[in-house]
Each structure stands twice: as structure tokens, then as C-alpha cells.
Nanobody, 131 residues
């Protein structure tokens, strides 16, 4: 089974930065797509950023220019750095992993968003943005 373990998160001042990490194990995928999702209070879970093992990346419009996603394919680790945090960035952040072969859209983030039921999820971590 695929296991995804997250670290990082917590309270952050508005305008500050955060760094989240996760590590996935138990892969049998030929190629791996990993990404970050978040769910704010009263909102549906939404995609934040995603990356494929071939280096393709995709970001949500709300975080473009503020977020950087990176992956160490050899260790199946994933990092998300985000700066200039806003109160809208608060929520529970989830790391997810899936074989890229399951995606049927060219955009990785949209592709993962449309097959959320098939993703392997981390435990979630709370990010609170203090104004």
C-alpha cells in the first residue's frame, strides 16, 4: 500500500511564509504525480500545486508567483514553499500521490483534482494564518 506522511504547517503570520513536506512510500507506479490540496472552513478541497516525476508542474491561480513545489523523485519526497500568506490560504493541507498514468488531463493539478477519489492521501496538516 502507498503511505503518504506529511510534516510542517502550523500558525503563520499574514505576509509570512510556510513550508510543507511529505514523503510517500510503497509506490508501484511507473511514473508518479504528487500534489498539495487544501480545504478551508466551509470550502471544498481544492488543488494548490502539483508536480510530475518528469518535472512538469502546475499551480492554482490563487498561489501562482507565491508558491514553489519541488520533488525528490529518488526519495518520493515533496515540498511546498509559499510566501506572502493571506488569510485565504488557511486550511487543512493535504499531500497526495498517484500514478500519472491515471490522469486524463494534460494539466497535472487539474488532472489530479478530477480523480481525487483515486489519490493516495496524507494525514492532513492545519495551516492557520494570523492577521
Amino acid at each position: 500500500d502507498v503511505v503518504v506522511v506529511q510534516s510542517g504547517g502550523g500558525p503563520v503570520q499574514a505576509g509570512g511564509s510556510l513550508r510543507l513536506s511529505c514523503e510517500a512510500s510503497g509506490f508501484t507506479f511507473r511514473t508518479c504525480c504528487m500534489g498539495w490540496f487544501r480545504q478551508g472552513p466551509g470550502n471544498q478541497r481544492e488543488g494548490v500545486a502539483a508536480i510530475a516525476s518528469d518535472g512538469r508542474v502546475s499551480y492554482a491561480d490563487s498561489v501562482k508567483g507565491r508558491a514553489t513545489i519541488s520533488q525528490d523523485s529518488s526519495h518520493n519526497t515533496l515540498d511546498l514553499s509559499m510566501n506572502s500568506l493571506k488569510t485565504d490560504d488557511a486550511g487543512i493541507y493535504y499531500c497526495a500521490a498517484v500514478g500519472c498514468d491515471l490522469l486524463f488531463l494534460d494539466d497535472i493539478l487539474l488532472g489530479m483534482t478530477t480523480i481525487q477519489a483515486l489519490l493516495n492521501w496524507g494525514q492532513g496538516t492545519q495551516v492557520t494564518v494570523c492577521s
